[in-house]
């Protein structure tokens, strides 16, 4: 795999400390070790492959051969709530501006390129003795051809060819810079935009149900408005509820 160019990260708005690692089983759980030792916000860990990288609801994230990095943030009111909305719409300038191909997103957080899921975004909350953080995961699919797959996700995965470093570093940027402009209208607007489930048949899986709908839209809040066969409609808060199309 191509060595990561680590200067790259100094120039961005806010200045990362990386770690490099080759393997590890999720960047996210070391993240959350470091940070409740104390660590910085800003430090980024960077791994090759995660032997057991992590998507929501406990799922699983295919992790060999892409990028796979989490980054501390500190928590702030004013955007912890869309966080995980504004890391996709990074995600998805990011590959855009490196492949110029165009990037969509799957509710909440899910990034497509021609079709196909080519990364996850895993956001979780944690405590440490200086305060309140957001330890965010993100994974790309890079140079991965099909079959390269694990078979269970080959329909559904996909991956971009981009230089990683750059590809890093582009996505830190935007995410930064949506961050600091804390401003929520860019946001809503950009992710209805770039929200390709509008209009759209899904079935909505919640614990112990499934259930066919169509999306009507999205909430001021980006929930996602769906209306069931049944006529009965619902404004779906992410956290317990999965898509599928
Ligand atoms: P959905 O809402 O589509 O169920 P999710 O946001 O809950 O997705 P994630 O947490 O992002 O899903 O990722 C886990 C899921 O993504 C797995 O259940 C699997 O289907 C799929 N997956 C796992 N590894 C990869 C990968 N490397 N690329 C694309 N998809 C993957």
Request: net charge negative.
């Amino acid at each position: 795999m191509k060595h990561f160019d680590v200067n790259a990260l100094k120039k961005l708005p806010h200045p990362v400390f990386c770690i490099h690692v080759e393997e590890t089983s999720s960047t996210n759980d070391d993240l959350k070790v470091l940070a409740r030792k104390g660590v910085a916000d800003y430090t980024l860990i960077l791994a090759d492959r995660q032997s057991a990288g992590k998507g929501r609801l406990g799922r699983s994230f295919y992790s060999e051969g892409g990028l796979y990095m989490s980054i501390l943030l500190p928590f702030d009111n004013a955007t912890a709530f869309f966080l995980t909305h504004i890391a996709a719409l990074a995600v998805a300038r990011g590959i855009e501006e490196l492949t110029g191909e165009g990037a969509l997103i799957k509710w909440v957080n899910d990034v497509y390129v021609r079709g196909k899921k080519v990364s996850g975004i895993l956001a979780e909350s944690i405590v440490s003795p200086r305060g309140r953080h957001i330890v965010l995961g993100i994974g790309v699919n890079l140079d991965t051809p099909e079959e390269g797959f694990p078979m269970e996700i080959r329909a559904i995965a996909g991956s971009i060819h981009a230089d990683r470093s750059l590809l890093a570093v582009r996505i830190l940027h935007h995410l930064f810079t949506l961050l600091d402009a804390g401003d929520l209208d860019l946001v809503r607007r950009e992710y209805a935009e770039r929200c390709f489930l509008v209009g759209k048949q899904a079935e909505v899986i919640k614990e112990n149900s499934c259930r066919k709908a169509t999306v009507t839209g999205l909430t001021e809040n980006l929930a996602l408005s769906v209306r069931y066969e049944s006529g009965e409609t619902e404004d779906l808060a992410f956290g317990e509820v999965s898509l599928r199309l």
